[in-house]
């Protein structure tokens, strides 16, 4: 009884010493206005230096950040959809265009961002209705090992080869290129996003000789290096992983063109504050912000004024020719038809 | 017991109705609403959907696989290492145990390292001039991994049945006349099926709710039940079919469950002796 009494007192000075010290904190600290913002949390120390720190400094405001995947944040922006706390998100296109039919986020007010016009036009409304604008570009190109390979691979055709058989992976119809990927087998075959028939019965052709269907990026990375894989088709931005492994790799633009991923950035409805949200979106979008995280190659820039050196474009979606050879999808007709489409992948691809 | 004892229970009461009876009803009632009115459509859904049925048949048929080559390879183990003297049981005992106290992950990645194609299997092939083989991703990887995980579930129970018989059983039913197989039918068995019973019933349900090794071992082309759930769930952000996968699953495993003890409750009377 002695010991439990000593070990309540002495709870209560540790309580009531950190209520004053947290009293005092908040005292001493001027009172900063906040904003908060959604994103995936890749590269967070890159993401403070570049973006946080300096938007404290320019608008003296701090970010505070919810992170997770697209799903995850998407599921807490639905459960919070009455009073939302968070008043900018940045998803990828898929999920974007989910957010946006069912309410979640707003049409921007283009004319308050400055560098709105700066940007290249594929990125200025890539859901349609100014619902998001984009800040980061990513091209969906083939990957395959230069040892094992002898012949090049040049197209989304070559994926087909009898050479390559047993030694493909292609991304599952869940992921963010997966329905990208009917797209680019019909277009390979001589259909297109609207006729797709002719992408299934080949993908259907094909499916025995993938090894398996990968979920994330870094699945594949490792696909990679135990030799499972030889030939896959990747997003850019898991090239630099790749890279990383040392393995004679190479990056192919497919004769039947890339397509481009546009990353968006939108205000939630409702959201608190505004005029912060406009203030992080420009920032996000300035020179200053887009060369500087190119530079890291953490995102390839919107905008055609960031200069990179050669070999640092190599790993970035990056430079006129490459933007060039970009596809861009309706996403709005993706979303449409996604659940067809993943349902028939399941019965005649997947199997 | 003095009435007071009652509430000792209430703690673990609530707790279990809190994070596991009310979520679980809550759950098994959001799957029959779709926008505030009652509905079987999610369920006629899933039952529409053959790559929903692949992947339940699949489930049902790796998990019964797996559960009768756990029996097959842990009930003679474990009959050895209860007949063997004491400190070697104790060894043989913690090499049993050790599977279940490395990570899942790491336990899974250990056979992607053994079944690859440039792994153990492949390069023992290839260097006997054989072709490699795809071994990954494969319904046989998935049952190769479940067994290595769950067999010491088997086990354990198994060799405390074991444990249990007097020593002088085996040899009282032989000086009786008994013959071998006999005394395994009429003697080991009956007096071991219920360390069976509860080894079938946690192998068959950790092979059913099992994630992380089917995921690895079978990737995204060989659904299980668990893997369809965390694609609908995750990716596709469909709760309300994530629902139905979760109440099948927990469905399967309580047929399983009863199937399981009325199967070896055939051999429950003791001695052949009704």
Not at chain 1, 99 to 115: F, H, K, Q, V, Y
Not at chain 1, 190 to 196: L, V
Request: proline content about 4%.
């Amino acid at each position: 009884m002695q010991k439990l009494a000593t070990f309540v007192k002495r709870a209560c000075y540790v309580t009531a010493f950190l209520a004053t010290s947290t009293v005092m904190s908040a005292a001493i600290s001027p009172a900063r206005a906040q904003v908060a913002i959604s994103t995936w949390g890749f590269n967070m120390d890159l993401i403070n230096e570049h973006i946080t720190d300096t938007f404290v400094e320019q608008f003296n405001t701090e970010i505070l950040y919810d992170l997770g995947n697209n799903a995850d944040r998407l599921t807490r922006l639905q459960l919070r959809s009455d009073s939302p706390e968070i008043s900018v998100v940045e998803l990828a296109p898929t999920f974007a265009i989910r957010a946006m039919r069912e309410g979640l986020i707003e049409p921007i007010d283009t004319s308050r961002l400055e560098n709105y016009n700066t940007l290249y036009d594929w990125a200025q409304d890539p859901l349609t209705g100014n619902y998001g604008v984009g800040f980061t570009v990513y091209s969906y190109g083939i990957v395959y090992r230069t040892d094992m390979v002898d012949e090049p691979i040049t197209s989304w055709q070559d994926l087909w080869r009898d050479d390559l058989a047993g030694r493909v992976s292609l991304p599952n119809v869940t992921t963010t290129q997966g329905l990208a990927t009917i797209i680019m087998a019909s277009r390979a075959w001589g259909g297109d996003a609207e006729n797709p028939d002719v992408g299934f019965e080949q993908l259907a052709e094909l499916s025995d000789d993938v090894v398996t269907f990968y979920a994330r990026s870094s699945e594949l990375v490792s696909l990679f290096q135990q030799g499972e894989v030889w030939a896959a088709p990747v997003l850019r931005f898991a090239w630099g992983q790749l890279l990383d492994t040392d393995l004679p790799l190479a990056w192919v633009a497919p004769e039947e063109g890339s397509v481009g991923f546009v990353n968006t950035i939108s205000i939630i409805s409702g959201a608190p504050n505004t005029d912060s949200a406009y203030d992080y979106i420009d920032h996000r979008l300035s020179q200053d912000v887009q060369t500087a995280l190119a530079l890291d190659i953490v995102d390839s820039p919107v905008r055609s004024d960031v200069t990179v050196p050669a070999e640092l474009a190599e790993q970035l979606t990056y430079g006129e020719a490459e933007i060039d050879n970009l596809i861009f999808l309706d996403y709005n007709y993706l979303l449409d038809v996604e659940s067809d489409w993943i349902e028939r992948w399941n019965e005649e691809i997947a199997r | 017991m003095p009435r007071w004892a009652w509430s000792l229970v209430i703690p673990a009461t609530a707790v279990l109705v809190l994070a596991f009876v009310l979520p679980l009803s809550l759950l098994f009632a959001s799957s029959f609403f779709a926008e505030g009115s009652f509905t079987w459509a999610s369920y006629t859904d899933f039952l529409s959907s053959s790559a929903s049925r692949r992947a339940y048949f699949r489930t049902v048929r790796i998990a019964t696989l797996v559960t009768l080559a756990a029996i097959a390879l842990g009930y003679p183990a474990a009959y050895a290492i209860s007949r063997i003297t004491m400190r070697w049981r104790v060894v043989l005992i913690a090499l049993v145990i050790l599977p279940l106290m490395t990570n899942p992950v790491a336990r899974t990645f250990s056979w992607l390292v053994i079944l690859g194609r440039e792994g153990l299997i492949n390069n023992l092939l290839t260097a006997l001039g054989a072709q490699s083989v795809r071994l990954l991703y494969t319904e046989g990887a998935m049952i190769v991994g479940l067994l290595h995980l769950f067999i010491p579930l088997m086990m354990l129970p198994l060799i405390s049945a074991f444990e249990n018989i007097p020593q002088d059983v085996v040899p009282a039913a032989q000086s009786l006349g008994a013959s071998q197989a006999q005394i395994f039918v009429r003697v080991l068995i009956p007096l071991t099926i219920e360390g069976l019973t509860i080894g079938a019933t946690l192998v068959f349900t950790g092979c059913v709710t099992a994630y992380v090794t089917p995921a690895i071992l079978g990737g995204s082309r060989r659904l299980m039940l668990s893997t369809l759930l965390h694609q609908r769930a995750s990716t596709m952000l469909d709760w309300s079919g994530a629902t139905v996968v979760a109440v099948v699953m927990f469905a399967t495993t309580l047929v399983a469950i009863t199937i399981i003890r009325r199967v070896f409750g055939v051999f429950r009377s003791p001695l052949g002796l009704s």
